[in-house]
């Protein structure tokens, strides 16, 4: 047998090592932390298909956003919900709405020291679960949405957000919120646009999480799974109306894509590590088929080095720690 000329294993002999070399490195400031508030919790409540992740209270809201952001943790993203919910979503741009109640604790309680992160869209607040408003024939009114996500965005700045995440995939929503933001002089409001959220089987734990009311599916806004340059079409376009970051939506599923977007896009790149992915990985780990934490962190950093600069995982306070 000759002998190798070149041995790569040499770079693989010690932690130290490994460190050395490594090309992929997670950071806290990386990870961003999804939240839940629920409207008259007095503790917080276990989510049963998400193990360890809870609806709080605004009282636990508060005390786990301080001991997030001591991890150093980049951000937390803020969801609500409501007790009560109409077909238009009145509670979304309500002052005294669960969510911007929340979004004020959490200003009050972080500061500046992190990014205070509000979800931007209607479904948490509909009695029907849809993103948006329907019109007389049940579809969602694209163009009267707008003016919904409008009024909430103002809401939640005035709430205290930092950063507003439209997740709700209506044409033209990030100029829409944009230009009313603009209006009413908050100009460094930071805008992220959920440019890439597909139709996904992967999101079923998170309805539990926010109650949602919905029946039937989201595919006349949100994409479809096997598409790959549409994904690119709504990246250009949300970054042309003023997009600050943009995100693909699942991550692990979607590393392709957040792949390419991180290749065309000219302003930062998320990924959100969702609900299902969570799920799948607690559960294998509870079926003792996985190493919990390594695949934890083994599965960021594929999303890391696929391209996302910062990713939104229910694991990011855990990881932070990890990493520290």
């Known amino acids: 047998m000759g002998f190798p000329a070149q041995r790569p294993r040499r770079l693989r002999q010690s932690p130290a090592v490994h460190r050395l ?29 998400m193990p360890g992740v ?12 301080v001991e997030a952001v001591e991890t150093g943790v980049g951000g937390l993203m803020l969801f609500g919900v409501p007790s009560t919910r109409d077909a238009v979503g009145s509670g979304a ?40 408003v329907l019109d007389a024939a049940g579809r969602v009114d694209n163009d009267a949405t707008l003016e919904r996500y409008a009024a909430m965005g103002l809401a939640q700045v005035e709430a205290g957000a930092h950063l507003l995440g439209l997740s709700g995939m209506m044409d033209g929503q990030v100029g829409h919120v ?46 479809d799974p096997g598409n790959a340059v549409e994904a690119l079409r709504e990246v250009r376009l949300d970054i042309a109306e003023g997009a600050d970051m943009v995100m693909v939506k699942p991550a692990l599923p979607y590393l392709d894509i957040v792949s390419a ?23 294998a780990a509870a079926a003792g088929m996985i190493d919990r934490e390594r695949v934890m962190m083994e599965s960021l950093t594929a999303i890391r080095r696929a391209g996302a600069q910062n990713i939104l995982t229910y694991y990011a306070v855990e990881a932070a720690r990890a990493l520290r």
Do not use: W
């Open 178 to 223: 944009r230009a009313a933001l603009d209006a009413a002089g908050h100009t460094d409001t930071i805008l992220l646009a959920y440019a890439a959220k597909y139709a996904s089987g992967f999101f079923g734990p998170f309805r539990d999480a926010v109650e949602s009311a919905l029946e039937g599916d989201r595919t006349a806004y949100q994409q």
């Open 93 to 132: 741009d309500d002052p005294e709405g669960i969510l911007n109640v929340g979004l004020r604790r959490l200003r009050d309680a972080v500061g500046d020291d992190t990014v205070v992160m509000a979800d931007l869209c209607l479904d948490e607040f509909t009695d029907h679960g849809h993103c948006g």
């Open 54 to 65: 809870v609806q709080h209270s605004l009282d636990s809201l508060e005390k786990a956003a």
């Open 261 to 283: 977007v991180a290749a065309e896009s000219e302003v930062p790149v998320s990924a959100y590590q969702v609900s299902g992915e969570y799920a799948m990985v607690e559960a």
């Open 21 to 49: 070399v490594s090309e992929t490195r997670l950071h806290p400031a990386d990870l961003i932390l999804p939240m839940f508030v629920r409207e008259g919790a007095a503790e917080p409540l276990p989510i049963r298909s």
